[in-house]
């Protein structure tokens, strides 16, 4: 790590006393950005999440996220920082998770003023992100997405918003479809409240044709009608393959060459390879150069604030422990030296980008398993329908039930199984494009039809709808089965639309939505998830069949009924 150097004391007082002007907005053209007066316009970022929230490098080689602080929510740390953000001459920063309970107003205006737009990631740690593991797009997290644009919407310095970071790695391909009906149903959102905030993803490194597959996957058009509506706007590539003192030719020239042709505005989402230090930022050089620009719209430094992962500190200054100072690092004045150094081409025009053509969707391989039917848009109202007429529901003794939801997930199918029922309803196959009915409602949603279905099985014996304390019994249920509750309220499964907040902008069912657990009998959701993309957020594996759910009740099975 580089030597710290003495802090400066410099007040953010100048910075806010005089009326700045309003920051441009910034249009996406084609493949490129540009602003309001038509000149180009680059990201010059830095990634700003406080430390105390792990993020993940492209080797994963981070630990997983239990929480996090929203670095939009402390208008004291805001205006602490910016200061410095404005010294790195960066105009874009990236917030990993933010709260949409928490006021963001100060943050987002001095930033504003400050002329630093931020790209906004909407999945949580835990529970708020698609599960790599038993991945489905569901209601609590479309709820959770539109909450947070819905705080965001009123700034005038969002440049876009992450549907995901790194969901889709080399061997969860099939989590694809659900990072594009994610994207689908955000830009559906946006466009419905005349928001023209970019759609955005960021994708972890790995193999050329990997990373290909992803990038070509989520800006194509799966009907083949060249339509926009499921692609992204941006797509992030985190990438640390410049290390050290290397050069265009040594790091870039393949991967430049591999997007020449790419559709979508495409930029670094994150950069900055730790293990040659000292960090030169030399990339900066050639990312903003011409070698790159036709290309490349910029990059996210990695990072502002400490990040330690096992290939060393990605940090670039020290907070002190009372949070009043700032030291920066000879890391910090190496990136502010060519940061502050770069003039990339004001080229091609706005007039002469073209437009953006979106090309059909590559076709699934045993390498990319990516099927090119989406699942349907998560509906509220059907969902909170199905729960209400179900004849068992999940109703647990304690508000804080999101770890227990997987394992009672687990264990309400392997009964089903056992009696010769199933989960499949529940399932969501991303290969095969298989979703079932339920599969896009809250996991505790889902939890009920699980339970009622046993229930029903076992002709409505009470015992058979306990779950140990965790199952009620809907006495008012007018459906005379799971099945039949679906087919009332779920009319068309496979439905997409513009989705809205429910009433009082929360998600119906009286659960947030909060299954926990990978829904295989674990709990852990180990998996080598970072920060954005992991998580708990569950479904069992309902697509395991009837089979495996035998084995994974005989390891697992805490209930017996009698
Ligand atoms: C958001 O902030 C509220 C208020 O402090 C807190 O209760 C809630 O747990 C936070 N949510 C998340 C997901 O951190
Ligand atoms: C997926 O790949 C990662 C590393 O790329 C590895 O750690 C993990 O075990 C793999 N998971 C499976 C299920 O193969
Ligand atoms: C919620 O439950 C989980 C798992 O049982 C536990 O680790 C956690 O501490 C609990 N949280 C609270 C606030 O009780
Ligand atoms: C609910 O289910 C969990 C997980 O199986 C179990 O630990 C708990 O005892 C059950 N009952 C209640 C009342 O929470
Ligand atoms: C681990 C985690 O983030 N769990 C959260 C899941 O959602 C509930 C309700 O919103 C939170 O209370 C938990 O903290």
Redesign the pocket.
């Known amino acids: 790590m580089p030597p710290l150097r003495a802090a400066r004391l410099l007040t953010a007082l100048a910075l806010f006393s005089c009326g700045a002007q309003a920051i441009s907005q910034v249009t996406r053209n084609g493949r490129y950005l540009y602003n309001a007066d038509g000149s180009r316009f680059y990201i010059k970022g830095i990634a700003y999440q406080p430390q105390g929230f792990v993020i993940a490098s492209d080797d994963n080689a981070f630990g997983e996220p239990t ?2 602080e ?1 670095p939009l929510a402390q208008p004291d740390a805001c205006k602490r920082d910016i200061p410095f953000l404005q010294e790195l001459s960066v105009n874009v920063i990236r917030a990993y998770s933010v ?1 949409s ?2 006021n963001h107003d100060e943050c987002m205006s001095a930033l504003s003023n400050a002329g630093i737009y931020t790209i906004i990631d909407l999945s ?1 740690p835990m529970n ?1 992100s698609v599960d790599r593991s038993a991945p489905s797009w569901s209601g609590n997290l479309l709820d959770q997405y539109l909450e947070t644009i819905d705080v965001f919407s009123k700034y005038d310095n969002v440049l876009a918003y992450n549907v995901g970071n790194e969901a889709i790695t080399s061997n969860t391909t099939s989590v694809a479809p659900f990072i594009k009906a994610a994207a689908r149903d955000v830009k559906a959102y946006l466009n419905s409240k005349s928001l023209s905030t970019l759609v955005a993803y960021a994708q972890i490194d790995g193999a050329e044709n990997f990373r290909e597959n992803v990038a070509d996957y989520l800006s194509c058009d799966p009907t083949g009608q060249n339509s926009p509506s499921t692609a992204i706007d941006l797509f992030g590539l985190n990438n640390y393959e410049w290390c050290g003192d290397s050069t265009f030719e040594g790091s870039y020239a393949g991967l430049t060459s591999q997007f020449a042709d790419y559709n979508v505005v495409a930029y670094f989402s994150e950069c900055g390879c730790v293990s040659q230090p000292p960090r030169l930022w030399t990339e900066m050089d050639a990312i903003f150069s011409s070698q790159m620009s036709d290309v490349w719209s910029g990059s996210i430094a990695f990072s502002y604030f400490p990040a330690e992962s096992v290939d060393g500190q990605y940090g670039m200054v020290t907070i002190s422990s009372d949070g009043s100072t700032v030291q920066t690092s000879e890391d910090f004045d190496r990136l502010k030296q060519h940061y502050t150094a770069v003039s990339p081409p004001n080229s091609p025009s706005k007039d002469s980008a073209g437009a953006s053509s979106y090309p059909s969707c590559p076709s699934s391989s045993d390498t990319f398993a990516a099927s090119s039917t989406l699942p349907p848009t998560p509906d509220f109202a059907a969902c909170s329908c199905l729960e209400n007429a179900l004849s068992c529901q999940f109703r647990p003794a304690t508000s804080n039930y999101s770890a227990i939801v997987g394992e009672l997930l687990d264990e309400s199918c392997s009964l089903l199984g056992q009696s010769g029922g199933n989960c499949d309803e529940l399932g969501a196959n991303g290969q095969t494009g298989t979703y079932g009915r339920v599969s896009s409602c809250d996991p505790t949603i889902k939890l009920s039809y699980a339970m009622t279905s046993y229930y029903e099985l076992n002709n409505r014996d009470a015992q058979a709808c306990s779950f140990a304390g965790n199952g009620t019994v809907n006495s008012g249920s007018p459906a005379s089965s799971a099945s039949a509750a679906a087919s009332s309220c779920i009319t068309n499964a496979a439905a997409v639309f513009t989705p809205t907040l429910p009433a009082g902008g929360s998600n119906p069912g009286g659960s947030s939505g909060n299954g926990n657990g990978n829904g295989n009998g674990g709990g852990s959701s180990g998996n080598g998830d970072d920060t954005e993309s992991n998580s708990a957020l569950v479904d069992a594996k309902p697509l395991l069949g009837v089979a495996a759910m035998i084995i994974t009740s005989v390891v697992g099975g805490i209930l017996t009924v009698v």
């Open positions: 929480g996090f929203d709260n309970s928490l949580l708020g």
